[in-house]
């Protein structure tokens, strides 16, 4: 199995940034797709980012394009979310998933979740 676990949430401003992390083990990082997906209180998941294997192809849900970069070192078993220009409506426990797959945007196609990291941002 894969173990995930996210680093790198918190409070900011509306405006602001903040780098999400989420550092993989158990399986060999370079062999699995990896995506995040973000809840809402009372909302239902949904995805956000993804990149493919070697990290050389990525896919955005369109309210964050522009604004949100996500990456990977396969050397370190890490992948970031770069989330930039930050507005209330990104507010949302942020989950790290991953499947031996080339990507996917639906939520049951990834095997492996993280906890999840909670981003708040205030107006």
């Known amino acids: 199995q894969v173990q995930l676990v996210e680093f790198g949430g918190g409070l900011v401003q509306a405006g602001g940034s903040l780098r999400l992390s989420c550092a993989a083990s158990g399986r060999a990082f370079s062999g699995l797709a990896m995506a995040w997906f973000r809840q809402a209180p009372g909302k239902e998941r949904e995805f956000v980012a993804t990149?493919?294997?070697?990290?050389?192809?990525?896919s955005y849900e369109a309210s964050v394009k522009g604004r949100f970069t996500i990456s990977r070192d396969n050397f370190k078993n890490t992948v970031y979310l770069q989330m930039n220009s930050l507005k209330p409506e990104d507010t949302a426990v942020y989950y790290c998933?991953?499947?031996?797959?080339?990507?996917?945007?639906?939520?049951?196609?990834?095997?492996?979740w993280g906890q999840g990291t909670q981003v708040t941002v205030s107006s």
């Open positions: 990149i493919n294997r070697s990290g050389s192809s990525t």
């Open positions: 998933v991953a499947a031996n797959l080339a990507w996917s945007v639906e939520a049951n196609q990834y095997t492996y």
